[in-house]
């Protein structure tokens, strides 16, 4: 009888400290789920004061001060637009040029010439508009 009863004795007293672990961890993961909820908290409001900031920044009128101070935009005229003849020739892609290159070869072989190829014509420069338009 004495055996068992320091058997229970010593289970009692092993659940008594696992218990008190048990307690002293559970509080100190709770203060850390408390800091972490102000944490989220102070996180939330920031973004909060972010965005407010930001719609403050992106409002039409501001945009259209700062684009006046910093950029010198003019508006697009006719003029500026170009011609479809204007533009570049278009290069053939690789499969086309290895064709074309053969389709070469071949009537080089057959005339002994080889066919002259004349480079694209430059393009005309754009025209610049330094005047600025003011409202």
């Known amino acids: 009888m004495r055996r068992v009863t320091i058997l229970w004795f010593l289970v009692a007293a092993c659940l008594g400290v696992a ?4 307690k002293y961890e559970v509080q100190d993961r709770e203060e850390k789920l408390a800091a972490l909820h102000r944490e989220i908290l ?17 409002r039409p009128s501001n945009l259209e001060a700062m ?15 170009g011609r479809i003849e204007q533009l570049p020739i278009r290069l053939p892609s690789f499969e086309e040029a290895g064709t074309m290159t053969a389709g070469i070869r071949e009537a080089a072989a057959a005339t002994d ?15 610049t508009i330094s005047a600025k338009v003011r409202r």
């Not at 684009?67 to 637009?81: E, F």
């Open 67 to 81: 684009v006046r101070r910093h950029l010198d935009l003019v508006p697009l005229d006719t003029t500026r637009l």
């Open 113 to 127: 010439d080889l066919p002259a190829f004349a480079p694209p014509a430059p393009l005309p420069r754009p025209i």
């Open 19 to 22: 218990l008190f672990l048990v």
């Open 42 to 58: 102070a996180n939330q409001e920031a973004v909060h004061v972010l965005e407010a900031e930001w719609s403050y920044l992106n």
